[in-house]
């Protein structure tokens, strides 16, 4: 599948644009890959049993509050949003509820995980153009989309701050950039077995939280809530140039 733009040749996995170089995936992304393929369809149940218990996660009200975070930036109706590390497709069928008439973009660098989202979005009758890819090196150009999500990957990035530049490029002027990842809630008591089901969790990261100071310097109007006890939301919005107007 040659690429209008460079002129690349591209495969394809089940139908599915593969526009990752596999040449330049290495480290934890090669090896959370790998984990994912096996076991992806153990993931939505693993949230939904296993750390719902333990964290209070809720998953409709924790996936709510990220689109809420989305909209309340949002300062026109979007056209064009992309789910980067899309999976199962959860986040795209929410941003499909709560934008009809916005296009959807969802991405992810395991295929075992995009045939997941590809068979639960088709059951669900939402239409969203999905393709294997790298953040480290999106396939878009610049300015391209409204509005960024990205839910559980941060931590595992081989270049946060590459791929964190990657999210702002790909956004438009004033685009709204929401992040969800690993964080223990700084607030509450962390419990000799919190804190050891959390290190079990992210064994991937010595360190893991929201990565405030890799974003680049085009990220303003920052801020941090936290979910959940292990989870965190960083929301953004890219810069406008001096003087643009919305086109």
Same mark, same amino acid.
């Given at each position: 599948m040659p690429c209008a733009g460079c002129g690349r040749r591209w495969g394809e996995v089940d139908g599915l644009p593969d526009l990752v170089d596999e040449a330049a995936v290495w480290g934890t992304d090669r090896l959370l890959r790998v984990v994912y393929d096996r076991l992806g369809r153990l993931h939505d149940p693993a949230l939904r049993y296993l750390l719902a218990p333990i964290d209070g996660f809720d998953e409709d009200a924790v996936r709510a509050r990220i689109a809420d975070a989305l909209a309340e930036r949002l300062r026109a109706p979007p056209r064009r949003l992309l789910d980067l590390g899309c999976g199962t497709g959860q986040e795209l069928l929410r941003l499909a509820a709560r934008f009809p008439d916005a296009a959807l !973009?969802?991405?992810?660098?395991?295929? $075992?995980?995009?045939?997941?989202?590809?068979?639960?979005? #088709?059951?669900?009758?939402?239409?969203?153009?999905?393709?294997?890819?790298?953040?480290?090196?999106?396939?878009?150009?610049?300015?391209?989309?409204?509005?960024?999500?990205?839910?559980?990957? !941060? =931590? =595992?990035?081989?270049?946060?701050?590459?791929?964190? %530049? @990657?999210?702002?490029?790909?956004? +438009?002027?004033?685009?709204?950039?929401?992040?969800?990842? @690993?964080?223990?809630?700084?607030?509450?008591?962390?419990?000799?077995?919190?804190? $050891?089901?959390?290190r079990a969790m992210t064994w991937y990261d010595r360190r893991p939280q929201a990565?405030? %100071?890799?974003?680049? %310097?085009?990220?303003?109007?920052?801020?941090?809530?936290?979910?959940? +006890?292990?989870?965190?939301?960083? #929301?953004?919005t890219k810069r406008r140039p001096s003087g643009e107007e919305r086109a």
């Open positions: !973009v969802g991405v992810d660098l395991s295929p $075992g995980m995009l045939r997941l989202g590809a068979r639960k979005l #088709a059951r669900a009758g939402v239409d969203a153009w999905l393709a294997l890819a790298d953040v480290h090196a999106l396939p878009f150009p610049d300015d391209t989309f409204d509005g960024v999500v990205h839910v559980g990957a !941060v =931590n =595992n990035w081989r270049d946060k701050r590459r791929a964190l %530049a @990657e999210l702002l490029r790909v956004a +438009r002027p004033g685009a709204p950039v929401v992040i969800v990842d @690993e964080q223990l809630d700084p607030a509450l008591r962390r419990s000799l077995v919190h804190r $050891g089901l959390f990565p405030v %100071a890799l974003l680049p %310097a085009d990220a303003e109007a920052i801020s941090v809530t936290q979910l959940t +006890r292990y989870f965190y939301l960083l #929301a953004c």
